[in-house]
């Protein structure tokens, strides 16, 4: 099992910037892959960015490239998102998760979720 608890959500004006956090507990943290998924009421879960195991291979979403930047801390069992230049349609629920990578690279869910942390971009 592996708990996930997000925070670092909240309001913020447009161009302004948050930092997420995702840390972890239970199992080796480091033998996961990681995403980022977010959603919007009404909306699919779609996925934002994800980062590999070892950290070294990274791939975004179209809408979040050049402004979002996911990194992990093994020593701290801890996975982040940074959000620049923030948009009110970054506006959503954001999620932490374990992903598997297939062909693409695609990261796909694996079945652990944190319980999400509110973005809201507004001014």
């Known amino acids: 099992q592996v708990q996930l608890v997000e925070s670092g959500g909240g309001l913020v004006q447009p161009g302004g910037s948050l930092r997420l956090s995702c840390a972890a507990s239970?199992?080796?943290?480091?033998?996961?892959?990681m995403g980022w998924f977010r959603q919007i009421p009404g909306k699919e879960r779609e996925f934002v960015t994800g980062?590999?195991?070892?950290?070294?291979?990274?791939h975004y979403a179209d809408p979040v490239k050049g402004r979002f930047t996911i990194s992990r801390d093994s020593a701290k069992n801890t996975v982040y998102l940074q959000m620049n230049s923030l948009k009110p349609e970054d506006t959503a629920i954001y999620y932490c998760?374990?992903?598997?990578?297939?062909?693409?690279?695609?990261?796909?869910?694996?079945?652990?979720w944190g319980q999400g942390t509110q973005v809201t971009v507004s001014s």
């Open positions: 998760a374990t992903c598997t990578i297939v062909a693409g690279p695609s990261f796909l869910p694996s079945g652990y």
């Open positions: 239970g199992r080796t943290f480091s033998n996961y892959h």
């Open positions: 980062i590999s195991r070892s950290g070294g291979s990274t």
